[in-house]
């Protein structure tokens, strides 16, 4: 993945990319990629010195770290603190551009893994920058590129796009079971029991780990399973019955809730973006 610009590169950041961006004598050290990734497995677990954004402009990104998935719909990138150990996967055909920043490149950048809306102006710098020489010259035109993007970057929205992963091996055994049967209707206490938990005690662990009730968790296991799969082109409908709910409108009311718009407004607003 040392290639800037050009021929695609693939979005699995192997070891030797990973160790190389940190050679780089330059704050900002961006590539253009391309890949399949259909499985955890295609990129191992691996962290750099230096943070990283990945922004997709076709396909979805998930980012696996210790404490959660978090995904990327089309036009949003995510955001990796510098040596936070993750994976990357995709679901499908995934085209990103990757930039990977010093940890000292500029004040107020997130501390934590986040996902970031993009704006106009910042999409642009990101495929600006994704043009620019690796050793481009600091203090040209080029380096008050990177500048302005970093300046950019410290200030965009960040986005709740994340399904947070307890640490309990019985919680993890139940995020486990709620993305294999996302459209089961079991209750809380047949949840609980199904990890050797009484009701009482699981809602406890959720709030003290993750800071959600059971409700909220599933639905925002919903909301991200529902975005990978409207964003590959399954209708909203479909989406809905997949999930377990009894019709479209009572699933879009759910995602609105959570969202704080429709899904077909969320989705025509990302791909607006292009």
Same mark, same amino acid.
């Given at each position: 993945?040392?290639?800037?610009?050009?021929?695609?590169?693939?979005?699995?950041?192997?070891?030797?990319?990973?160790?190389?961006?940190?050679?780089?004598?330059?704050?900002?050290?961006?590539?253009?990629?391309?890949?399949?990734?259909?499985?955890?497995?295609?990129?191992?677990?691996?962290?750099?010195?230096?943070?990283?954004?990945?922004?997709?402009?076709?396909?979805?990104?998930?980012?696996?770290?210790?404490?959660?998935?978090?995904?990327?719909?089309?036009?949003?990138?995510?955001?990796?603190?510098?040596?936070?150990?993750?994976?990357?996967?995709?679901?499908?055909?995934?085209?990103?551009?990757?930039?990977?920043?010093?940890?000292?490149?500029?004040?107020?950048?997130?501390?934590?893994?986040?996902?970031?809306?993009?704006?106009?102006?910042?999409?642009?710098?990101?495929?600006?920058?994704?043009?620019?020489?690796?050793?481009?010259?600091?203090?040209?035109?080029?380096?008050?590129?990177?500048?302005?993007?970093?300046?950019?970057?410290?200030?965009?929205?960040?986005?709740?796009?994340?399904?947070?992963?307890?640490?309990?091996?019985?919680?993890?055994?139940?995020?486990?079971?709620?993305?294999?049967?996302?459209?089961?209707?079991?209750?809380?206490?047949?949840?609980?029991?199904?990890?050797?938990?009484?009701?009482?005690?699981?809602?406890?662990?959720? /709030?003290?780990?993750?800071? +959600?009730?059971?409700?909220?968790?599933?639905?925002?296991?919903?909301?991200?399973?529902?975005?990978?799969?409207?964003?590959?082109?399954?209708?909203?409908?479909?989406?809905?019955?997949?999930?377990?709910?009894?019709?479209?409108?009572?699933?879009?009311? /759910?995602?609105?809730? +959570?969202?704080?718009?429709?899904?077909?407004?969320?989705?025509?607003?990302?791909?607006?973006?292009?």
């Amino acid at each position: 993945m040392r290639q800037r610009s050009g021929a695609p590169v693939y979005l699995d950041v192997r070891g030797d990319w990973s160790s190389y961006v940190d050679e780089v004598p330059r704050d900002l050290v961006a590539a253009n990629g391309v890949g399949s990734l259909e499985s955890m497995e295609q990129s191992k677990r691996h962290h750099h010195e230096k943070a990283q954004l990945l922004y997709s402009t076709r396909g979805i990104i998930n980012i696996e770290v210790d404490d959660g998935v978090w995904i990327v719909p089309p036009q949003c990138a995510v955001w990796i603190p510098g040596s936070l150990p993750h994976a990357a996967f995709g679901s499908g055909e995934v085209e990103c551009i990757c930039l990977c920043v010093a940890p000292d490149a500029a004040a107020n950048l997130p501390v934590r893994c986040c996902t970031i809306a993009v704006s106009g102006l910042l999409r642009h710098l990101l495929i600006r920058a994704s043009e620019i020489p690796e050793r481009y010259e600091v203090d040209g035109p080029d380096g008050r590129i990177v500048s302005v993007l970093l300046d950019e970057l410290a200030k965009a929205p960040v986005e709740e796009l994340r399904l947070p992963i307890p640490s309990d091996p019985r919680l993890k055994h139940l995020a486990e079971l709620l993305v294999t049967s996302p459209a089961d209707h079991a209750t809380v206490a047949e949840w609980a029991r199904r990890v050797a938990l009484s009701e009482r005690s699981l809602s406890r662990m959720l /709030m003290e780990e993750i800071g +959600m009730s059971f409700g909220r968790w599933r639905r925002q296991l919903h909301v991200i399973l529902a975005l990978r799969r409207l964003s590959a082109g399954q209708t909203v409908q479909t989406v809905a019955l997949d999930l377990g709910y009894e019709s479209a409108s009572s699933f879009v009311t /759910m995602f609105r809730k +959570m969202i704080g718009k429709p899904p077909s407004r969320y989705l025509q607003e990302q791909r607006k973006a292009v």
